[in-house]
């Protein structure tokens, strides 16, 4: 009998089964390779640390970091990429990078450094589900960290500042929709209604 797995992971809300993009990659992941996770949703009553969220859980190993959690997934023979051949594999590492450069930054500003939509949206939803105090400090200090990994990432120069950052996320959102089918022919790509609704039955 295989060892359970327990994975620890933001909640669900909007429709998804997770709010936390990193922790909705490993839900999906193991979803689509057949895992058997058995899924703890963190709420106030959590003493762990939540900076390393995901966590994977087994009897013998703790793992954290989505790419981190998928090798050890697919080390376990869950892989949903077996049925890929070689180019369809690097083609699919392609896409990845080429979300997180053009996206992840968008994502990430959309939800931790837009103010309003921080202070009505994202700091709230986090906030009911951390114990006091860490509940008054823990949501900047994600707010903080999102910033930094936009300006690590996004701010080479001459682009020091943040706003003009924004000016090139937002370019990087325009070019977006032509990027996937020149760059990757090979990949047969979902409709984003498609996709939302995978995403819905993520959940056990």
């Known amino acids: 009998m295989a060892a359970p797995l327990e994975l620890s992971c933001w909640g669900g ?10 922790s909705l990659v490993v839900m999906a992941y193991a979803k689509f ?7 703890n949703v963190i709420d106030n009553t959590w003493r762990g640390s939540r ?13 954290s970091q989505p790419a981190k959690i998928l090798n050890f997934l697919r080390k376990q023979k869950y892989n949903a990429d077996y049925e890929l051949s070689a180019k369809q594999g690097a083609d699919t590492l392609a896409y990845i990078a080429l979300l997180e450069e053009k996206l992840l930054p968008a994502v990430l500003h959309t939800f931790w450094v837009e103010s309003d939509n921080y202070f009505a949206v994202t700091k709230p939803w986090f906030a009911s ?4 105090p860490l509940s008054l400090i823990l949501p900047g200090r994600m707010s903080k960290g999102a910033l930094n990994r936009i300006l690590l990432t996004k ?9 003009e950052v924004e000016a090139q996320m937002d370019d990087n959102l325009r070019q977006s929709p032509q990027l996937p089918p020149r760059k990757l022919p090979t990949l047969k790509l979902t409709p ?13």
């Open 192 to 204: 984003a209604e498609d996709e939302n609704n995978s995403l819905q039955r993520l959940s056990p």
């Open 129 to 132: 589900r951390i114990p006091f």
């Open 33 to 39: 390779s057949g895992a058997p996770l058995k899924v």
């Open 155 to 163: 701010g080479e120069p001459p682009l020091y500042h943040l706003r």
């Open 13 to 22: 809300g909007w429709g998804l089964p997770s709010v936390h993009s990193e």
């Open 51 to 63: 900076g390393d969220v995901p966590i994977l859980t087994t009897e013998d190993n703790i793992v």
